[in-house]
């Protein structure tokens, strides 16, 4: 009963830009940390940003400075801005929003769909 939408991939030329956007809706009691995975063809899922609940960030190295993550708790919704994309940035982009459904349940761990995201010329 927890939906997660991602929108904002695309195409976009080597040193453009674009931001993703994850909102949370449902049965949700209150988010905790919300994650950016990415996924390239042939590879493994990789974990890009991690935002905790008070705003503390996480950057794998590979998007450090390039990368922001960012939240708006009335919104449930976490963002990825990404800047100076390059080629090697090309994969499906997925946020893992981590939710309590009820109070005192355990947290859960919901995915979005998946966007695709091209950096190409």
């Known amino acids: 009963q927890v939906q997660v939408v991602e929108s904002g991939g695309g195409l976009v030329q080597p040193g453009g830009s674009l931001r993703l956007s994850c909102a949370a809706s449902?049965?949700?009691?209150?988010?905790?940390?919300m994650d950016w995975y990415r996924q390239a063809p042939g590879k493994e899922r990789e974990l890009v940003a991690t935002?905790?609940?008070?705003?503390?960030?996480n950057y794998a190295d590979s998007v450090k400075g390039r990368f922001t993550i960012s939240r708006d708790n009335a919104k449930n919704t976490v963002y990825l801005q990404m800047n100076s994309l390059k080629p090697e940035d090309t994969a499906v982009y997925y946020c893992?929003?981590?939710?309590?459904?009820?109070?005192?349940?355990?947290?859960?761990?919901?995915w979005g769909q998946g966007t695709q995201v091209k950096v190409s010329s």
């Open positions: 893992c929003v981590h939710v309590t459904r009820y109070p005192s349940w355990p947290e859960d761990d919901n």
């Open positions: 935002i905790t609940d008070y705003g503390s960030t």
């Open positions: 449902g049965s949700i009691f209150s988010i905790n940390a």
